[in-house]
C-alpha cells in the first residue's frame, strides 16, 4: 500500500528471543494461572512455535522492505534476492514442530495458525 513500516527492524537492538527466553518468562506465572490458561505442553513446542512465529515475521518484513516500496528502484538482482527471500522462507518452514511433537489438542491448533499463517 506504499505505507512505512510501523517498527523497523534496524532500530532495534534486542536480540531475538529463544524458545529457553520463553520458557523462563513462564516460570514467574503462579500455578494456578499457568494451569488455567497454558495447554499440557511436556514436549515443549509452544516456545518452538513462538520462535517460529518471529523468525516467519522477520523473514516476510525483509520481503516487504525489499520487493513492496512506494518507490521502487531497478534492482539488477532481484532474482538473487527472491532466492534468497524463498530460501529464508524454507528455513523457517523447516523449523516448525511436527504435528507429532504436540502434546494436547490445544497445542496442535497452535502449529495449525502457525501453518496457515505462514501460507
Not at 3 to 31: F, G, K, Q
Not at 60 to 85: C, F, G, I, P, Q
Amino acid at each position: 500500500m506504499g505505507r512505512p513500516s510501523r517498527i523497523n527492524l534496524s532500530d532495534c537492538d534486542m536480540p531475538v528471543p529463544t524458545a529457553h527466553d520463553v520458557e523462563e518468562l513462564s516460570t514467574d506465572i503462579p500455578r494456578c494461572i499457568y494451569e488455567k490458561y497454558f495447554p499440557d505442553d511436556e514436549r515443549r513446542a509452544l516456545p518452538r512455535m513462538f520462535t517460529s512465529l518471529l523468525e516467519a515475521t522477520f523473514a516476510l518484513w525483509r520481503v516487504l522492505t525489499t520487493h513492496y516500496k512506494a518507490k521502487r528502484e531497478v534492482d539488477r538482482d532481484l532474482v538473487s534476492a527472491l532466492d534468497r527471500d524463498r530460501a529464508e522462507l524454507v528455513r523457517c518452514r523447516s523449523g516448525f514442530p511436527s504435528e507429532e511433537s504436540c502434546d494436547s489438542p490445544v497445542v496442535l491448533s497452535h502449529l495449525y495458525h502457525l501453518q496457515i499463517y505462514y501460507e
